[in-house]
């Protein structure tokens, strides 16, 4: 069992940025992409339905692969050393406000596995 945890989130202006972090309990994250996981990071704003922000993933060599939804590139930058997962976010819009969840996604497998609880974002106009 997996257990994932978020921090970083807060208040910010728009036009600001912030770093959200993604920690496995006990156990380094950079395993998980050398057994071929998938860690990605949604979002859900209140009233709204969860959606994909972005994902990493890392195979060969410990090189990481990254995506992002469209509204997020540009903005948006996931990187980690190793131990944790960070998503980057810069150029913050009112529009950005939701609580950022990471997950994991295993090998074969159809469907992320394992959530965080989740972390608030609030960007004020």
């Known amino acids: 069992q997996v257990q994932l945890a978020e921090s970083g989130g807060g208040l910010v202006q728009a036009g600001g940025s912030l770093r959200l972090s993604c920690a496995a309990s006990?156990?380094?994250?950079?395993?998980?992409?050398?057994?071929?996981?998938?860690l990605a990071w949604f979002r859900q704003a209140p009233g709204k339905e969860r959606e994909f922000v972005g994902s990493?993933?890392?195979?060969?060599?410990?090189?990481?692969y990254a995506d992002y939804a469209d509204s997020v590139k540009g903005r948006f930058t996931i990187s980690s050393d190793n131990a944790k997962v960070f998503l980057q976010l810069n150029s913050l819009k009112p529009e950005d406000t939701a609580v950022y969840y990471c997950?994991?996604?295993?090998?074969?497998?159809?469907?992320?596995?394992?959530w965080g609880q989740g972390t608030p974002v609030t960007v004020s106009s």
């Open positions: 997950a994991l996604q295993g090998p074969g497998s159809a469907q992320f596995d394992y």
């Open positions: 006990g156990r380094t994250l950079g395993n998980y992409f050398i057994a071929g996981y998938i």
């Open positions: 990493i993933s890392g195979r060969v060599s410990r090189i990481y």
